[in-house]
């Protein structure tokens, strides 16, 4: 079965410094990528996705994020953190379900991300 | 992208009651989920809502403390049933649409006194 860690549950850092969450993944085949920010109150939002091709994909918000299989992570990034990134991040992992032509969600458990002005 | 509204936002209920969720989307969808997020866990799957079929559920769920109604291709209804104090959670919609991204609605804080 497939699964998702997030190693830091916590992070904080100052605003205008750079970021990145990390995010590895178990997964016997290629896996749809996703992730998902949550503010405080808040759904989840799609910030940025990836399926194939181009390993580095450019997300909304300024994010990018990177594939690496050989390393089995999608880590997120971002080069100059504002006040208002502080939120919840969550990675999750799209399985391709047995004969269904669907796929299902697995999330990590998110990385709270704390912005000091 | 699916605009997902869902109703109530959120609800304090007693122990014992159900409370019914509503979830309506802007557009057509092809699938619709329904899932749980316990306070500062992450997020799991109750079940797929099938629109004109029993919803599909996931391992730990059953649809006797969970029904679920997919009238159509744009709405769904999540209730808890009997409800517990270990029940007080967000509850999230989520679609999907032609392709691969999945989108969530604001979801339903819950909780049981």
């Known amino acids: 079965a497939q699964s998702v860690t997030q190693p830091d549950i916590h992070i904080t850092v100052s605003e205008g410094a750079s970021l990145e969450l990390r995010c590895n993944y178990s997964y016997g085949a290629t896996p749809y990528l996703f992730w998902y920010v949550q503010s405080p109150g808040q759904g989840l939002q799609l910030l940025l996705k990836?399926?194939?091709?181009?390993?580095l994909v450019q997300g909304i918000k300024g994010f990018e994020a990177e594939f690496k299989r050989s390393q089995s992570s999608f880590n997120l990034r971002k080069p100059s953190v504002h006040w208002s990134d502080a939120a919840e991040y969550f990675c999750?992992?799209?399985?391709?379900?047995?004969?269904?032509?669907?796929?299902?969600?697995?999330f990590g458990k998110g990385t709270k991300l704390s912005v000091i002005p | 992208s699916a605009v997902i509204s869902q109703k109530p936002s959120r609800d304090i209920c007693q122990r014992g009651t159900s409370l019914t969720i509503q979830c309506q989307v802007d557009?057509?969808?092809?699938?619709m989920f329904w899932y749980r997020q316990q306070p500062g866990q992450s997020l799991t799957l109750i079940a797929t809502a099938n629109q004109g079929s029993e919803a599909t559920y996931e391992s730990g769920f059953v649809i006797d403390k969970f029904p679920i109604s997919r009238p159509n291709l744009t709405f769904s209804t999540l209730t808890v049933s009997n409800m517990s104090p270990e029940d007080s959670s967000i509850y999230l919609c989520?679609?999907?649409?032609?392709?691969?991204?999945?989108?969530f609605g604001p979801g339903t804080r819950l909780t049981v006194l």
């Open positions: 989520s679609v999907r649409q032609q392709g691969i991204e999945q989108f």
């Open positions: 990836y399926f194939s091709g181009d390993t």
């Open positions: 557009s057509q969808v092809t699938m």
């Open positions: 999750a992992v799209g399985a391709l379900l047995p004969g269904a032509g669907s796929y299902q969600l697995t």
